[in-house]
């Protein structure tokens, strides 16, 4: 949101909120990072050369893609102050946005693929955390090693359970929790490169070029797991319009990348004193016994706050995509009164605690997993610069050759990190990609199934004269109450209105015809929520937006919208008339059998519109028609 969208919160405590929810991800990556390095590296065999090319790598990746890319420029392109790949969508212009009848644009479907990946992410965040904190327990005492997947698996458990109450109250404590953890990084960072200050010689940029001039083409595959160093990135853009740009940047460039780096560069230092720590260079940082234990706690708690913003996130990305017509209406609970963004999602919360647990057990250890983190990450980072492109050609109007450098500059950096980790698909890079065309299946199909209904009725009833005439022919008497019903569109009389007439020849004498639009920004103001406009013989139409961050509580705008305009709306009497669709799935429709049987199991599973809009169940009629999609 805009500056102005955060209530009365004060700088200092939305850097406090910033540190505990934004910076999670990334913060963690310390914990895996380096170690996957040095892996890929092979550290049997790893020289002092190599650990100097592979931090000098690392600071670069958080410098460039992070610093420069992120909160310099992508930042910018803020929808009302949100952030994030359907945020970014929506400020492409609606030129480039459109497609024919039925058919979703390639922009639109490019940045759903992005969205689509980064449930691939959100899966994949909670258990590489969780398992590289536990993992910490095997290197105290070896004894542990076997304990390490049902500890991991009984934390992510704890997590999703309590996912229900919401982060209000726990929310408190991710701020100063996190602020621990950044200073235990930078403390230990410290400590160590005080040993060996030579390692900060690795920042310059000819240490990371040597690596690739001395190992060749076959040194990118280093980049596979340098990447890993730049995880959570993107969610200083996405979690933005909660915390703003300014805490955001500030938070960073005053505390968390100065702690990152500090605790890689120690790390590194350590490395050179003690080469048997390459195996797990973090926890080998304190000494064995309590400090090892500790640490383990304290990362422990610093993962489960990074799997937190991750599953926070996947809700809201879930609620964006429904709102924009991407994904089927789920159930949306608020779990804060205070806080907009805080949502929760029973259905995703569910899938996503059985993906977690899942790739846990499947891969038992964050080493193995690692394999299959950074396919989701490069591909989301490689959409983001492109539609960044877009929105700075087209909506801000930028000479060519001014965006057309910018976006070289990004894919420069992007695109090795990509193909770098492309090579890591039968490793385990085809977890997210699977994840993603699971998800993206279903946001292409339910967007086109409601596109070829809203056509069907279109075709079926193509002017409000052709609609009009058939009611009337029907229509024998009106009756005392109300009648709403809902239209997609504010041009034409809802089909539901015309079945009703036929089948019982009789309307009501106040007929309001509420259509609900979802903004391309994320919150509506309240002077722009709703319109009305009297039309003849007992009609009204009411117009209600809301933005694809909110909650469409229709009943409470439709009461105002009805005072303010001096609509004779009796609530007692009020009938809600909705319409249901059974649909044949047969070969003769346009999506074919497949994606209309798909759609069908999605349309049967999705929240019931009275719910989904918060209509009262008991004033709720519905009438059902029969179609071939």
């Not at 929790?177 to 490169?193: A, P």
């Not at 991750?310 to 205070?338: D, E, K, Y």
């Not at 919360?349 to 193995?368: D, K």
């Amino acid at each position: 949101m805009s500056e102005n969208h955060h209530h009365t919160a004060s700088f200092r405590s939305l850097a406090l909120g910033a540190l505990g929810v934004v910076f999670g991800d990334i913060g963690t990556s310390p914990l895996y990072t380096l170690k996957e390095c040095l892996h890929a590296a092979g550290h049997e065999r790893a020289t002092q050369a190599d650990l100097y090319g592979i931090l000098s790598l690392i600071f670069w990746a958080l410098t460039l893609v992070v610093t420069v890319k992120y909160l310099t420029f992508i930042m910018k392109a803020e929808n009302n102050g949100e952030g994030g790949i359907f945020a970014l969508l929506a400020l492409v212009p609606e030129t480039m946005r459109g497609a024919k009848p039925g058919r979703i644009s390639a922009v639109a479907l490019f940045a759903v693929v992005g969205a689509a990946l980064l449930y691939g992410d959100g899966i994949i965040t909670p258990a590489i955390s969780v398992l590289g904190a536990v993992e910490g327990l095997a290197v105290a005492d070896p004894r542990f090693g076997s304990a390490v997947v049902p500890i991991s698996c009984v934390i992510l458990v704890v997590l999703f359970a309590i996912q229900s109450r919401g982060t209000g109250t726990v929310g408190k404590l991710f701020g100063p929790v996190m602020i621990v953890w950044f200073m235990t990084l930078g403390g230990l960072g410290i400590y160590h490169i005080s040993h060996n200050p030579e390692i900060l010689g690795a920042v310059m940029p000819h240490h990371a070029v040597y690596y690739f001039t001395h190992h060749g083409f076959s040194g990118m595959h280093i980049l596979a797991s340098v990447v890993l160093a730049v995880t959570g990135g993107e969610a200083l853009y996405a979690d933005m319009g909660h915390f703003g740009i300014k805490p955001i940047r500030a938070v960073w460039l005053g505390f968390v990348m100065p702690a990152l780096l500090l605790a890689y560069f120690g790390q590194g230092a350590h490395a050179l004193r003690e080469p048997r720590s390459m195996d797990n260079p973090f926890f080998d940082m304190v000494p064995a016994g309590w400090a090892t234990y500790a640490l383990v706690v304290l990362s422990s708690m610093a993962a489960i706050i990074a799997s937190q913003a991750l599953i926070s996130g996947a809700f809201s990305l879930t609620r964006q995509a429904m709102q924009l017509g991407f994904f089927p209406r789920v159930q949306v609970r608020h779990t804060a009164h205070q806080m907009e963004g805080q949502i929760y999602i029973p259905q995703v919360n569910y899938l996503l605690a059985i993906g977690c647990l899942a790739l846990v057990i499947a891969f038992g250890a964050s080493s193995r997993l690692a394999a299959a983190y950074g396919i989701a990450v490069t591909g989301t980072m490689v959409i983001t610069s492109v539609m960044y492109f877009l929105v700075i050609r087209h909506r801000w109007k930028w000479a060519l050759a001014q965006s057309a450098g910018l976006l070289v500059l990004f894919l420069v950096v992007d695109l090795p990190f990509l193909g770098a980790n492309l090579g890591k698909f039968l490793d385990g890079g085809w977890v997210p990609v699977l994840i993603g065309a699971a998800v993206l299946t279903v946001m292409v199909i339910w967007n086109r199934g409601r596109t070829l209904i809203a056509l069907r009725y279109q075709r079926r009833f193509p002017t409000k004269e052709v609609a009009e005439s058939r009611y009337r022919e029907r229509l024998a008497a009106r009756v005392p109450g109300t009648a709403v019903f809902m239209a997609s569109s504010a041009d034409m009389l809802p089909p539901v209105l015309v079945h009703h007439v036929e089948r019982s020849r009789a309307l009501q004498e106040t007929v309001v015809l509420l259509t609900i639009r979802v903004a391309d920004e994320p919150l509506v103001a309240a002077e722009h929520r709703y319109t009305v406009t009297a039309l003849e013989d007992g009609f009204y139409r009411v117009v209600v937006r809301f933005g694809f961050m909110e909650e469409p509580d229709v009943v409470p705008v439709l009461e105002q919208a009805v005072e303010s305009a001096g609509i004779p709306f009796r609530y007692p009497d009020v009938t809600y008339y909705l319409g249901r669709e059974n649909f044949v799935a047969s070969s003769k429709g346009h999506m074919g059998v497949v994606a209309e049987t798909i759609f069908t199991l999605l349309q049967k599973n999705a929240v019931a519109a009275d719910r989904f809009f918060g209509l009262p169940h008991r004033h709720v009629v519905e009438i059902g028609t029969q179609m071939d999609l």
